[in-house]
């Protein structure tokens, strides 16, 4: 593949080296969360978890695989920030949503998606250094959440802490069972497991919605779809994102996802493309609810074939390429050589003007997926261990 060769090219000789030196603050052991059109870093923006978690997990992964042989010390000295400013900040237990440059709390607030990829960033930092503390903070940070983010007597967890928790979503779920299937996987111990076991069962039982074929993002606090159109539609990136997460938790749990998986990209397959890009959002009935469409879609699309394709799917090869060619033409390596183009307006018009960090942790992982799966027949033997 070319157009993966050229796309993997850039990643580790223009993005990663340039995101792990201008994007990192060495002042303060973090990672800048934007850069605007320039390049340069947006030093006013709120860090978030979530972005720190993820970064962490990037350059773990790229120092592991030889593509960024110096992300290792940054993603350490990142965690260990991560830790000393986001975890507890107020005296109270649980990953802060936000703080400031200079570590002090922007938004305190506890949400289930910032546990997740800090829980995640956190499999990364014991994956390149297997201290004790980063598994007991995230055995505390799960305790958190049975505590504080749970509303008996149904399964899951609420948004964020708080009076208005804003009933359900699926995508903090879709997080957790990243997290969880990380750590199960660098651990080896089962009661990670089977925490990806417990979101499976309400994937299988309250996300997927077997007259529709769709994945349902929003629920009142009782798991019903939440009313309305926000109950009837469906994101092809999560959909996508799910094949790839289901993939990936077969291997470990041997439960049959074909099935699901199956069903899910071939809706998103479907109808989830206009004018070759995936859209951001999509009615039940196959209507398209928003024409906008972002990067990371894309990338978990690669994801999503190159794992079809291993399960015996026809045609991904010449899926991925496309994908690759959208990423390549339409939103890497703009506006500036190392930067992305992230979320367009349906008309085509820019709908954000600075670059996120967030979204190098889909590029590289998908990239890290479509090498070892479209390139694994080139090699003399076997496959590379599992990267997630």
């Not at 120092?63 to 010390?73: C, K, L, N, R, V």
Request: hydrophobic share 40%.
């Amino acid at each position: 593949m070319d157009c993966l060769e050229r796309v993997k090219s850039w990643c580790t000789r223009v993005a990663l080296p340039y995101w792990g030196e201008v994007g990192f603050d060495a002042a303060t052991g973090s990672f800048h969360e934007r850069l605007d059109f320039t390049g340069t870093p947006i030093i006013t923006a709120p860090q978030r978890t979530l972005v720190q978690g993820r970064q962490i997990a990037v350059f773990a992964q790229a120092a592991m695989s030889g593509w960024f042989p110096g992300g290792g010390e940054r993603a350490i000295r990142a965690a260990d920030t991560m830790i000393r400013r986001h975890w507890g900040a107020n005296g109270e237990p649980g990953w802060v949503y936000s703080v400031a440059r200079d570590g002090a709390i922007v938004d305190a607030t506890r949400a289930s998606y910032t546990q997740a990829f800090a829980l995640y960033g956190l499999a990364w930092a014991y994956r390149l250094q297997p201290e004790a503390r980063y598994l007991a903070l995230a055995d505390q940070t799960f305790a958190f959440m049975d505590r504080h983010l749970t509303l008996p007597p149904h399964s899951g967890f609420l948004n964020h802490t708080g009076p208005d928790a804003g009933g359900r979503r699926q995508n903090p779920h879709m997080h957790l069972f990243e997290a969880a299937l990380a750590w199960y996987d660098v651990t080896g111990e089962r009661r990670f497991l089977a925490r990806a076991d417990q979101i499976f069962q309400l994937f299988e039982n309250k996300f997927f919605q077997p007259d529709t074929s769709i994945l349902v993002e929003n629920f009142k606090d009782d798991w019903q779809p939440a009313s309305g159109a926000r109950g009837r539609t469906f994101e092809p990136g999560h959909h996508f994102e799910w094949v790839w997460l289901l993939h990936t938790y077969a291997q470990h749990s041997g439960r049959n996802v074909q099935p699901f998986a199956d069903t899910l990209f071939s809706k998103a397959s479907d109808f989830g493309f206009s004018n070759g890009m995936i859209v951001d959002a999509v009615l039940d009935n196959g209507t398209i609810a928003d024409q906008s469409t972002r990067s990371w879609p894309h990338t978990e699309a690669l994801k999503a074939a190159a794992s079809e394709h291993l399960a015996g799917r026809g045609a991904m090869p010449d899926m991925a390429e496309r994908l690759l060619k959208t990423l390549e033409t339409q939103f890497l390596g703009k506006p500036f050589p190392a930067g992305w183009f992230d979320h367009f307006n349906g008309d085509g018009s820019m709908k954000v003007d600075f670059v996120p960090a967030s979204t190098l942790y889909h590029i590289v992982l998908a990239l890290g997926e479509a090498d070892r799966i479209f390139n694994q027949e080139n090699k003399p033997t076997g496959r590379a261990n599992d990267p997630e």
